[in-house]
């Protein structure tokens, strides 16, 4: 099951020495394009391996399952050469981490579990000690479509919707509310930057208030709370840290919000706020959570030290694919990149061909595609957005991006911005495109003028502020 995997991925309870007092992160994500899953899982393995204690040094990745999936995931990343400043992602955020988690012993060690806002149904955030929302924001400014349910259902009942009826568990007490920390992915482009990020976070905030009136008011007539117990949560309940807004893949701002995250979350177990589990030495690897033995995530006697997630994802997981594959089943409320609805292209007609008057076809190519949406639930309102996923057949395939074809014409390039004043406009992906194409035009300046590449840089940097360079992308 892919959404038990990829939970616990970095999930390190099994690593860790027997009878280890951890805490436990649920990481919640949602993404149209993949940026905020990306990021969900770098910070999810840096909170794991910059805070295990099973590590050589602090933030040196260590030995067990959970380095060896983190070095396998991130390889690249790793072995980069900017030295894991801020550049590469997790090398800077695992450092980060290390260092806000303070010297070894000062601060239990974190178990980060990562779940796609789309599942949100199998999460009890009742159940949660501390959640970090990583959401990004469609062009329009609202939240991607594989949040929308739990958006939906934050609005309509946001008591409901923390399931605080289910009690406790993981080490926190009955009467406690999740603390949490938004980091809101967006582009300063757009007009609605990081607004995806900004509901969340005034929706978590107003379901959590509202929680902790109820148990005071609760309280005060005698009455049951809706945790069942009469209860009051303690101080140590909302926002963790302010919220991040994010411009694109900014890692300097991501890195910053984990590191104020951690320090938050040392600062509360230095006052003995930050509730913990007794966990690990088990010798089954983390793979005891997707696997038929619990005793591979929890070892610990004490019933709050076993995690519900693990039943709970895989009943959620088994219902899933059940429906899946239930003929006539009811098509999916949503589609995402995740979950996209898979449709057949029924015709392709080029609109600009062509004429007398106009002999090149208008210098653009534009094609009119129709797919095949019968039996879903998808419908269209002027000004939807639709994305396209398409899957091409890997025999095919040859992996030639653009700044190959740049490479290939870049004499031609360079005597167009040099000689005649060209305009270079870039539009497209941030999260790689953007700076391949960048790398590119510092390469066709270097080999153009002679020049090394600060000095490419600056040329790139003053054709920008003299508007001849301009990009326009986006990461989601």
């Known amino acids: 099951m892919l959404l038990v995997a990829d939970t616990w991925e970095f999930a390190s309870e099994a690593d860790l020495p027997p009878r280890t007092a951890a805490a436990r992160v649920l990481i919640l994500y949602a993404t149209e394009y993949g940026f905020s899953k990306d990021v969900a899982r770098r910070v999810a393995a840096a909170l794991a391996t910059g805070t ?34 801020v550049g590469s992602g997790l090398a800077g955020l695992r450092a980060a981490v290390a260092a806000a988690a303070g010297p070894p012993g000062g601060m239990p060690p974190l178990v980060p579990r990562v779940v796609n806002m789309a599942d949100w149904r199998a999460v009890c955030l009742g159940r949660e000690s501390v959640v970090l929302v990583v959401m990004s924001t469609t062009g329009d400014g609202v939240v991607p479509s594989e949040a929308t349910e739990l958006k939906e259902a934050l609005e309509a009942d946001g008591v409901g919707a923390l399931r605080l009826d289910a009690g406790g568990g993981g080490g926190k007490g009955r009467g406690e509310l999740p603390r949490y920390s938004v980091l809101a992915l967006g582009d300063r482009g ?8 900004i509901i969340m976070e005034e929706l978590l905030d107003g379901a959590i208030t509202a929680a902790l009136r109820e148990q005071e008011d609760a309280a005060v007539s005698g009455e049951p709370t809706a945790n069942g117990n009469g209860t009051v949560a303690s101080a140590a309940t909302g926002a963790l840290t302010a919220r991040q807004d994010v411009d694109q893949e900014d890692w300097a701002s991501i890195t910053d919000w984990l590191s104020r995250t951690v320090t938050a979350l040392s600062d509360l177990h230095r006052v003995g706020q930050l509730p ?43 219902e899933e694919e059940a429906k899946d594959g239930e003929a006539g089943a009811a098509a999916p409320t949503h589609y995402s990149r995740n979950a996209p609805l898979m449709a057949e292209v029924v ?10 008057a106009v002999p090149d076809g208008d210098r653009k190519e534009v094609v009119r595609v129709v797919f095949d949406t019968a039996g879903s639930s998808l419908a269209y309102t002027a000004g939807d957005a639709l994305g396209i996923v398409p899957h091409n057949d890997p025999a095919t395939v040859s992996r030639v991006y653009v700044q190959h074809l740049m490479a290939d014409v870049a004499d031609d390039l360079w ?5 005649t004043g060209a305009h270079v406009y870039v539009c497209g992906d941030a999260t790689r495109m953007a700076g391949d194409v960048h790398a590119a035009w510092v390469a066709i300046v270097q080999r153009g003028r002679g020049c090394d590449a600060t000095a490419a840089e600056t040329y790139m940097a003053d054709l920008e502020k003299g508007g001849r360079y301009q990009r326009d992308v986006w990461a989601s």
């Open 52 to 85: 295990t204690p099973t590590a050589t040094s602090r933030g040196g990745g260590g030995g067990g399952a959970v380095a060896a999936a983190v070095a396998a995931a991130f390889e690249d990343d790793l072995n980069s050469d900017d030295g894991g400043t």
């Open 190 to 197: 757009y007009p609605h930057f990081c607004r995806g990020g």
């Open 276 to 318: 913990t589990v007794t966990v690990g030495g088990s010798g089954g690897g983390r793979g005891g959570a997707v696997g038929d033995d619990h005793a591979a995530m929890d070892t610990g006697s004490d019933a709050d030290s076993v995690d519900y997630l693990v039943d709970a994802v895989r009943a959620y997981a088994a």
């Open 347 to 356: 015709e392709k007609t080029t609109l600009t061909v062509p004429t007398a």
């Open 415 to 419: 005597a167009l911005v040099d000689r």
